[in-house]
C-alpha cells in the first residue's frame, strides 16, 4: 500500500529575523509534518530559539512566510499562537507561581464564572490521561523542574495543541525522568501531534528524533532524516568543522594514550572526606582525592553528589555532631563561608552559571580579575588596571575566551564563553583542589573539548580536580577514577578503564 506523505503542519519560508541590522536567522525554510519528531540542533546563537519564539508567537519575523496547515499566520502574541493549536514548553517555565496547578491548567480558558472544583477536577483528569502525578491544589512554586515541565505540557495538550515545541526539556531532569518525558512525547507523536526538539544533547536529538535541522550563525545547514546521521556529522555541521576526538571520547595527552589506573602510591593525597552526614542528604560519605588526578562523581539527581561539593567549600554545613570529618593535606577543616576554602585553595564552580557563576552586568576582564582578587594573592595587592589586563589576558587567552567580545556584558556572551569566564574566574585564584559541578552543561559543543582540555591540564598541573557530572560521556572521557553517589553514599568506586555506562547506571540505581 502507498502512503502518500502528509501535508506540513507548519512551514517557515525564508523566515528571517533581523536585530540592530544583524540576523538572527537568515532566510531560513522549515516545516513539521504531523506526527513528527523534528530536533533543531546548533550552538548558543545558532538561531534555534529566535526560529522557535516566532512560530510561537513570542517575536515577529523581519521578513518570510508562515503558514500553519496551510494557512498563513502572523501571532501578535503566545496566547494567540496557543489559542491556534502552537504551544512553546520553556526550558524555564512560564507558569505562574503563586497559583496552583489546576489555575495554570486553566489560564487562557477562563469561563466568566470560576468554579474551583471543576477546574480541579479537570487538572486531575487531565494529569491522569498523561499518566501524571501532580497534585492540582500544589502552588507551582513548590514543584521540582520535572513536575513543572508535566504541567506546561498537560497545559499544551489541555488547549488542544497540534505544534509543541520543547526548549532544552532534558537539561535539569535525571535519566528515569528523560525516559518518562521520551514515552510521553512518542505518545504525542503517534496522536498526531507534531513535536519540535531544541538540545545541546546530541544523542538525545539522534536518540527521539525523526528529522533533524542544524543551523548555523543564523543559517540552514541541513535537514533530514535522524537515521542518517551520526554524532560526528552534527557536531561538524554545527561547528563547520571537525572537533577534537577528545570530546566524549579518548583524552588527548601530548599526542600520546595513557592507561587509566587508580592512583599511583607515590602520589599525595590532597583531600580526604570520612563519614561526612548532612541531614538525610548526605549520609556517611566517603572518598579521597589525589593530586594530579581527575576524580568523576557520577550520580541521579538527589544523590548528594552536588551537597557534597557545597559542604567541602563552606557552603553548607555538615551535622555538628556525628558529621564526619575533611582533612585537606592531612590537615582538619570545616569551613563557616566559601571565602575561607578559597583562602586554602579550594574552588567551586557552579552547576548554575547564571544564578551565582558570575556577575552579569560586567565584562569578562572584571569578572576574572575579581575571582584574582578574592585570592589571597589578590588580596595583598591594590586594584590595578595594568594588572586586571595582564591577568585577565592571560586566561582569555588559556581558555579561547572570545576577545571580540570583551568590552560586552557577560550576559551577552554565547554560553559557552560564559562557562570559559567561570572557570577562568575561579582559575585565577590558583586553587589547588577544583570542583566542578556540570562544567558543560548548556555549552556550545565547539567550546566542550577547550574546557575539557582545561580540567586535564589542571590534573597535568598536580591539581585534584573533581567533576561532577550527569553526563556519562563526559565522566567517561575525563576521569581517571569514578565514583558514584547514591543514596547520600558513595556506592561504587571504579578505574576509568573499567567502567562503561551501564555499569554506572547500574550503580547509581540499585
Request: charged letters at 25%; a positive charge; proline letters at 4%.
Amino acid at each position: 500500500m502507498n502512503h502518500q506523505p502528509a501535508d506540513p503542519v507548519l512551514r517557515i519560508v525564508a523566515g528571517s529575523k533581523i536585530y540592530g541590522g544583524i540576523h538572527a536567522i537568515d532566510s531560513v525554510d522549515f516545516d513539521l509534518l504531523p506526527g513528527e519528531i523534528h530536533a533543531v540542533l546548533g550552538e548558543n546563537g545558532a538561531g534555534k530559539s529566535t526560529m522557535c519564539k516566532a512560530i510561537s508567537g513570542a517575536i515577529l519575523l523581519s521578513s518570510g512566510d508562515y503558514f500553519l496547515g496551510g494557512r498563513k499566520v502572523s501571532f501578535a502574541s503566545p496566547g494567540e499562537a496557543l489559542k491556534s493549536g502552537v504551544a512553546m514548553v520553556y526550558q524555564e517555565t512560564s507558569l505562574v507561581p503563586s497559583m496552583t496547578v489546576a489555575q495554570n491548567l486553566e489560564l487562557g480558558m477562563e469561563k466568566l464564572f470560576t468554579v474551583y472544583r471543576k477546574i480541579n477536577i479537570a487538572a486531575q483528569q487531565s494529569q491522569q490521561a498523561l499518566n501524571f502525578n501532580v497534585e492540582p491544589l500544589a502552588l507551582v512554586e513548590t514543584l521540582g523542574t520535572a513536575k513543572r515541565q508535566m504541567v506546561e505540557i498537560a497545559r499544551a495538550v489541555r488547549h488542544k495543541a497540534r505544534v509543541i515545541i520543547f526548549d532544552e526539556p532534558t537539561a535539569s531532569l535525571t535519566p528515569e525522568e528523560i525516559q518518562h518525558l521520551f514515552h510521553l512525547l512518542r505518545s504525542l507523536r503517534a496522536q498526531g501531534v507534531g513535536i519540535i526538539f531544541i538540545s545541546h544533547a546530541i544523542e538525545e536529538a539522534l536518540n527521539i528524533a525523526d528529522r533533524i535541522t542544524v543551523l548555523r550563525d543564523g543559517k540552514l545547514v541541513h535537514t533530514g532524516p535522524a537515521a542518517e546521521l551520526d554524532r560526528p556529522a552534527v557536531v561538524r555541521m554545527m561547528v563547520g568543522r571537525d572537533v577534537a576526538t577528545s570530546h566524549y571520547g579518548e583524552v588527548e595527552t601530548d599526542g600520546a594514550s595513557e592507561d587509566v589506573v587508580a592512583p599511583k602510591k607515590d602520589r599525595r593525597r590532597v583531600l580526604a572526606v570520612e563519614n561526612v552526614t548532612m541531614g538525610s542528604v548526605v549520609k556517611n560519605m566517603s572518598f579521597s582525592v589525589y593530586e594530579g588526578e581527575v576524580v568523576g562523581v557520577a550520580g541521579l539527581v538527589g544523590s548528594g553528589r552536588t551537597e557534597i561539593a557545597h559542604i567541602i567549600c563552606g557552603a553548607r554545613k555538615r551535622n555538628f555532631l556525628r558529621g564526619g570529618l575533611i582533612y585537606l593535606n592531612g590537615k582538619p577543616i570545616r569551613y563557616r563561608v566559601p571565602r575561607q576554602a578559597v583562602r586554602d585553595g579550594i574552588v567551586y564552580i557552579t552547576e548554575d552559571r547564571k544564578l551565582d557563576g558570575f556577575f552579569e552586568t560586567m565584562t569578562a576582564d572584571d569578572n576574572i580579575y575579581l575571582g584574582y582578587l578574592a585570592s589571597p594573592k589578590g588580596k595583598r595587592a591594590l586594584f590595578s588596571a595594568r594588572q586586571r589586563k595582564v591577568v585577565s589576558d592571560r586566561w582569555v587567552k588559556a581558555l579561547s575566551i572570545s576577545a571580540l567580545k570583551r568590552s560586552l556584558k557577560i550576559i551577552e556572551y554565547s554560553g559557552g564563553n560564559q562557562q570559559k569566564v567561570v572557570v577562568a574566574k575561579s582559575l585565577a585564584q590558583d586553587p589547588s583542589v577544583v570542583i566542578f559541578d556540570e562544567p558543560t552543561r548548556g555549552v556550545d559543543v565547539g567550546a566542550i573539548p577547550q574546557i575539557h582540555a582545561a580540567i586535564r591540564s589542571l590534573a597535568a598541573q598536580g591539581k585534584a580536580v573533581i567533576v561532577i557530572s550527569s553526563y556519562l560521556p563526559e565522566i567517561l572521557a575525563i576521569s581517571d577514577r569514578i565514583l558514584v553517589a547514591r543514596g547520600g553514599r558513595i556506592a561504587e568506586e571504579m578505574s576509568a578503564a573499567q567502567a562503561t555506562e551501564e555499569k554506572i547506571m547500574y550503580a547509581a540505581i540499585h
